[in-house]
């Protein structure tokens, strides 16, 4: 079986176990098949020559890789930290992924019972593809290719180099659930676990792509109890919740929304609104790469709030924010950055251009990061993550594993101060 063979056998098996986040879920992990999954790992890891294998109770799995160098050889340690769940789109937890082998171009009908179609009107990327071998969903669900092609990316790295006994140094990997609902996983880790010099995430994004910055990130809550009457009754006396939360909404700038930003232009998007005739409850999510920005948007949804106190002083309201995850630039020094230094050999050694990008999002490396592990980030050959027209091109997850082996090289024959 050639490499990229390996490859799917291991995605496939990994995307039969259905780990999709649940956002309402309280408890770490929130799918209980994350522990499942982090158990098959566990056996894999073992079968692979690791060791210190825990999975915790909250599904986090973290391992060890002794190294094979000669004795005194000091290598810098370096580690992966890789997330098990999916995310919820509103589609199918369950991911039934299949091969368009030599695609040639043209739209993909991904299901032909339920005529759900990949328009290149829609999809042109993918028309770049052609003559690879593309993986896809049915129609029904993501791919997951966000994250478990990152999963088979780096079990079959650390196959690789056990089967034909290429110099290491320490290696760590880390296993963690719920990424999707803001490194949740990430925060329940013990990095005393977790001991590596510096530490890389595969999440997201075409060939080449490398990111190091991300979005400072931040959750928000408006509450608004109002007061329920009799509509032969309610002259001064009615509060509507939902129209005090309208004139909330109409007091955020339309023009700093998701479909109307790009590139390292922040936002606030409206994501749910639960009402009842007492009590309207509205979440927000507040993105931007720049700190002083991300920290005036907070600002605005306070003078927001207080404006609707002014405007309707019978209702009770109130305004919860909550940091989620910080800029990996913002965590970059001259003394930390040799992770990112050897990503762009690996790249340049596994014969990939470099395209540094500034993620739209997150990763478990922006909480390292934040925690003084810097952890930069690095494709894996995906696009349209969070869609079910999610498709994988495999010669780009072949590249993105050539990068993955060639740092655990680079790494082995660097040498620690």
């Known amino acids: ?157 650390f ?59 931040g959750n928000g809550k408006l509450t608004v109890r109002g007061i329920s009457a009799h509509p032969m009754a309610s002259k001064g006396v009615l509060v509507n919740p939902i129209l005090v939360v309208h004139d909330f909404i109409n007091m955020l700038d339309r023009g700093e929304t998701p ?28 993105r931007d790469h720049n700190k002083k920005l991300y920290e005036a948007k907070k600002d605005k949804l306070r003078a927001a709030a207080e404006y609707l106190r002014i405007r309707h002083p019978k209702a009770k309201i109130e305004l919860e924010l909550s940091d989620s995850y910080a800029n990996i630039a913002d965590a970059v020094r001259d003394d930390n950055r040799m992770g990112i230094d050897i990503l762009y050999k690996a790249l340049e050694m596994s014969g990939v251009e470099a395209k540094t990008m500034a993620m739209r999002g997150g990763t478990d490396g922006s909480y390292l990061s934040v925690c003084g592990l810097l952890t930069p980030n690095y494709f894996t050959g995906a696009h349209n993550f969070h869609s079910n027209c999610e498709f994988l091109p495999m010669n780009s997850w072949d590249k993105s594993l050539e990068v993955t082996l060639s740092l655990v090289r680079i790494a082995a024959e660097s040498r620690k101060a």
């Not at 659930?177 to 890389?200: H, I, M, Q, W």
Request: aromatic letters at 8%.
């Open 259 to 286: 479909e109307y930003t790009e590139g390292r232009e922040g936002f606030i998007v409206l994501k749910t609104m639960e009402a009842t005739p007492t009590t309207a409850v509205l979440t927000m999510k507040i």
């Open 159 to 217: 196959s690789i180099v056990r089967e034909e006994n290429r110099p290491h140094g320490d290696i760590y990997v880390a296993f963690v659930p719920d990424e999707e609902l803001g490194e949740r996983g990430a925060r329940k880790t013990d990095l005393s676990k977790f001991p590596v010099d510096f530490a890389y995430t595969i999440d997201c994004c075409e060939l080449g792509e490398v990111v190091w910055e991300t979005f400072n990130a």
């Open 1 to 157: 079986m050639n490499r990229k063979e390996v490859l799917l056998e291991r995605f496939l098996r990994y995307v039969a176990i259905p780990t999709q986040s649940d956002m309402k879920a309280t408890v770490v992990p929130s799918n209980p098949n994350e522990f499942k999954l982090a158990e098959l790992l566990a056996e894999e890891l073992r079968g692979l020559g690791f060791v210190n294998i825990e999975i915790s109770e909250h599904a986090v799995l973290t391992a060890k890789l002794p190294s094979n160098l000669p004795e005194g050889t000091k290598a810098p340690v370096i580690g992966w930290m890789v997330h098990m769940d999916t995310v919820n789109a509103g589609l199918s937890p369950e991911i039934h992924p299949w091969v368009v082998r030599n695609y040639q171009g043209g739209d993909i009908c991904l299901n032909e019972e339920k005529d759900i179609w990949l328009r290149t009107s829609e999809h042109p990327e993918i028309e770049r593809y052609k003559g690879d071998d593309i993986v896809v969903t049915d129609g029904t669900s993501v791919l997951g290719a966000d994250d478990k092609s990152a999963i088979a990316n780096v079990m079959t790295a």
